[in-house]
C-alpha cells in the first residue's frame, strides 16, 4: 500500500527544504522527495545552492579573498609576509566540509521535524481523490499519494548547443568549484554573477582571467553608476579581461586546453586559448522529467512552472516555488516562497512582496541592491531624488583598508518613500539588510535619517546617504 502524506515536496533545496519544514512545523504530515547524491554516492540535500552553489562559492571566495590579503594587502597594516602559498586540494576540502556539515544539518532538521526524505527523483503520476507521485531511485520505483504538493526542482546550468561539459576541462558551476589546481589559463564565458564570482577566485589565486560576455551592457540588471564603478574596479583594479558584445563561435577542446573562436565588439574574428573554460549563460528550470505531461500542468515557452502571486499552479493543491517558477532565481526568494505556501496551505494569509527581495552579487567588493534603480524609475516617469555617500569617507572603511564603492538611495521625490538602494562595497550584503526593513515597512529617507547608527561604523554610510537625498549629509 502507497504511504499517503498530507504534502509531498519534490526537491531539497532551499525552497524545497524549508517548504517541507514549515509544513512539519504547522501540524502537516509531510515528505521530501530528493535524489542528489554527493561524489562519495550518498544522498545529500540542500540542492544545487548548498552542493554545488551558494555555499561551496562563498568558501571559495573567502579562501581566495584571504591568500589574496596576505600576498597583496596585509603590507600596508605594517604586516611583511613572504613565501605564501596556495595549497589548493586543501582549500577544496575546507569547502567540502562545509558542505557537508551543511547537509548534514539538514537531514537534521528533518529527523527534529520528523519529515520523511525520500530519495530519489520525483514524477507526477496522476491525480484522483489524492496526489499519486512516482518516487524512481537505484531501489526501484514506488508511489506515494498527497493531498498538496509543492514542486520545487529549481534550475541548471544553461550550456552552449554542441559543446558537451566534461566538467574537467569545459566546466559549468560544478566544474568551476572542483579545480585540483589553478589553471594558468582561465576562459569564463558570460559576465553574470557566477561568472564574476568564479572568475574572480581564480584570479585572485593566479589565473589570467579572461570574461567574453555577448551583450553589450556590463551588469545591466544592477543600478548603471554601481555597474560603471564595478567595471572599473573589476578591470583596471583587479585585472579581469572582460570583454563584452562577444559572439561566440567554434569551441575545440584538445590535449593542452580549450580554444574559443569568437567575433569581439568591433567585428574583428579573435580565438581565445585556454586550459580551463567556464560556460556561465544562465540557468533554465528543471522542470523536464517532471511529469507535467501526465497530469496538464502548465509550463511557459521556457520550461517554468505558471503560478500565479501565491505560488498556485492551474491545477488544484499543487503548488510550485523557487527557480522552478517566475522570478530571480534566488535561494532567499524560493525560501520565503516555502514559507508562503505552507501557510497558505494551513489556511493563513501570509505574501510576499518581491519589490523588497534583495539581490547580492558576491565578488569583491559586493553589489548588492533593493528595489528599483535609476533606470527603471526614469523609464517608469517616476520623479525621484538620489542620496549617495561613498565608503571613502567613512573611517571604519579606511581602518578596515576598504574604501571603495558607496551607498546610493533613492527616494520619491513628493512622499520621500525608499524606492531603491544599492550598495557597491566589501560588506554589502550585510548593509544591505537595513534597507530591506525600511522599504518594507515603507520608511522614507527621512526615518533612516533619523535613526542613530554606531560610530565608527560602516552602516553610517546608509545613515549619511538617507541625509544626502535632503542635501544636508554631515561628513561630506
Not at 42 to 47: D, K, S, T, Y
Not at 48 to 56: A, D, H, K, R, S
Request: net charge neutral.
Amino acid at each position: 500500500m502507497a504511504q499517503t502524506f498530507d504534502v509531498v515536496v519534490v526537491g531539497a533545496g532551499p525552497a524545497g527544504y524549508i517548504a517541507a519544514i514549515r509544513c512539519a512545523q504547522l501540524g502537516m504530515k509531510t515528505a521530501c522527495i530528493e535524489g542528489w547524491k554527493n561524489p562519495k554516492g550518498a544522498g545529500a540535500l540542500g540542492g544545487t545552492c548548498l552542493n554545488v552553489g551558494c555555499i561551496p562559492s562563498k568558501a571559495l571566495l573567502e579562501s581566495s579573498e584571504n591568500y589574496e590579503r596576505v600576498t597583496h594587502k596585509f603590507d600596508a597594516h605594517g604586516i611583511s609576509i613572504s613565501g605564501a602559498k596556495m595549497d589548493v586540494a586543501k582549500m577544496v576540502a575546507r569547502k567540502d566540509g562545509i558542505v557537508s556539515k551543511m547537509t548534514q544539518g539538514i537531514e537534521y532538521l528533518f529527523k527534529k521535524n520528523k519529515i520523511t526524505w525520500l530519495k530519489g527523483w520525483g514524477k507526477l503520476a496522476s491525480r484522483d481523490a489524492a496526489w499519486k507521485l512516482e518516487v524512481t531511485s537505484d531501489a526501484g520505483a514506488e508511489t506515494v499519494e498527497a493531498k498538496y504538493v509543492i514542486i520545487a526542482t529549481g534550475s541548471k546550468a544553461r550550456h552552449l548547443p554542441d559543446v558537451p561539459v566534461d566538467n574537467k576541462v569545459v566546466c559549468d558551476n560544478i566544474g568551476a568549484l572542483e579545480f585540483t589546481e589553478v589553471p594558468e589559463r582561465l576562459g569564463v564565458i558570460g559576465a553574470g554573477v557566477i561568472g564574476l564570482e568564479l572568475g574572480s577566485v581564480w584570479r585572485r589565486l593566479g589565473s589570467k582571467v579572461t570574461i567574453l560576455e555577448a551583450l553589450p551592457g556590463f551588469l545591466a540588471a544592477a543600478d548603471e553608476q554601481v555597474s560603471k564603478a564595478a567595471w572599473k574596479v573589476f578591470t583596471q583594479g583587479q585585472g579581469l579581461d572582460i570583454q563584452l558584445s562577444c559572439k561566440i563561435g567554434k569551441i575545440t577542446t584538445g590535449k593542452k586546453g580549450v580554444s574559443v573562436e569568437y567575433t569581439a565588439a568591433d567585428g574583428s574574428a579573435k580565438k581565445l586559448d585556454c586550459d580551463k573554460l567556464v560556460v556561465s549563460i544562465g540557468r533554465i528550470p528543471c522542470s523536464d522529467g517532471l511529469g507535467a505531461e501526465n497530469v496538464g500542468l502548465k509550463l511557459d515557452a521556457r520550461g517554468f512552472v505558471e503560478v500565479d502571486d501565491h505560488c498556485r499552479s492551474n491545477l488544484p493543491n499543487l503548488f510550485a516555488i523557487g527557480d522552478v517558477v517566475r522570478g530571480p532565481m534566488l535561494a532567499h526568494k524560493g525560501e520565503e516562497e516555502g514559507v508562503m505556501v505552507a501557510e497558505l496551505i494551513a489556511g493563513q494569509k501570509p505574501h510576499i512582496d518581491y519589490n523588497t527581495i534583495p539581490w547580492v552579487i558576491y565578488t569583491s567588493p559586493e553589489i548588492a541592491w533593493v528595489g528599483k534603480n535609476e533606470q527603471q524609475l526614469k523609464a517608469a516617469g517616476i520623479p525621484y531624488r538620489i542620496g549617495q555617500f561613498p565608503f571613502a569617507a567613512n573611517g571604519r572603511a579606511l581602518g578596515q583598508d576598504e574604501p571603495d564603492g558607496f551607498v546610493k538611495m533613492l527616494a520619491h521625490e513628493k512622499t520621500d518613500e525608499i524606492l531603491g538602494v544599492h550598495i557597491i562595497n566589501t560588506h554589502a550584503s550585510e548593509l544591505i539588510a537595513e534597507a530591506v526593513v525600511a522599504m518594507e515597512f515603507r520608511a522614507s529617507s527621512e526615518d533612516i535619517a533619523r535613526i542613530v547608527h554606531a560610530h565608527p561604523s560602516l552602516s553610517e554610510v546608509m545613515h549619511e546617504a538617507a541625509l544626502a537625498v535632503d542635501k544636508r549629509a554631515l561628513n561630506m
